[in-house]
């Protein structure tokens, strides 16, 4: 039963460097996010997907790309990491449904750039 | 874009009951929730109320919804030091991707 599944959980980069953040769910969800969550900001959402092969942009994309090939995978790729990406990244899945959107979380990536 | 206001403090006494209120502004809204962080976590979903409903109870939390208002509460009844943490509202709408408010940091002191 394993849910969201987000990796690394701790991660520190250079300034500069690349970085993938994974995510998968194992729920057949339709519906995955990628937020970030900073002090005093709540969780901002960075992307997000409506179904394999569809992404959109949220709230604060910049300096994020995504990719949905699969249901499952949800991949977060940070392209030149910049100290002001320094947050903790959750990722979110659910199934869209009229009769029930319980939305499932995984457990939080703590990203520091220096 | 769609907006989820909530006040960022609220402290109470221990054994007091709890109010976090929160607005949002897609009438579009299908589901409302409520999620807490405790310290370094992730977040723990309490409830979630559909918009046809207007109350929802479980055991010592109560979900008040006003739709014509866009207001939703939650209420923590006989407060708990366990209960400290950071408390999200949280709504979709025809998207399906949640709007999260900034969330209310609850105190419970003796």
């Known amino acids: 039963n394993a849910g969201v599944t987000q990796t690394p959980k701790f991660q520190v980069l250079k300034t500069g460097q690349s970085m993938t953040l994974q995510c998968a769910q194992d729920m057949n969800h339709e519906y995955m996010s990628w937020y970030r969550q900073d002090p005093g900001m709540g969780l901002r959402l960075i992307h997000y997907s409506v179904g394999a092969g569809i992404t959109d942009q949220g709230e604060v994309p910049n300096g994020y790309n995504v990719s949905r090939s699969t249901t499952e995978d949800f991949p977060l790729r940070l392209l030149s990491a910049a100290p002001s990406q320094t947050s903790v990244y959750f990722c979110?899945?659910?199934?869209?449904?009229?009769?029930?959107?319980?939305?499932?979380f995984g457990e939080g990536s703590w990203l520091t750039v220096v | 874009g769609e907006d989820v206001e909530q006040s960022l403090f609220l402290s109470v006494r221990e054994g007091d009951s709890s109010v976090i209120n929160c607005t949002y502004t897609?009438?579009?809204?299908?589901?409302l929730y409520w999620y807490k962080q405790e310290p370094g976590a992730g977040l723990q979903l309490l409830t979630y109320i559909f918009s046809n409903m207007d109350m929802k109870q479980d055991q010592r939390l109560t979900v008040l919804l006003n739709k014509k208002d866009k207001h939703l509460s939650l209420r923590i009844a006989d407060t708990q030091t366990g209960d400290s943490a950071i408390y999200f509202c949280?709504?979709?709408?025809?998207?399906?991707?949640?709007?999260f408010g900034r969330g209310t940091s609850l105190i419970v002191h003796p």
């Open positions: 897609d009438s579009s809204s299908t589901y």
């Open positions: 979110a899945s659910s199934p869209g449904t009229r009769s029930g959107n319980t939305i499932y």
């Open positions: 949280a709504e979709t709408g025809g998207s399906y991707i949640p709007t």
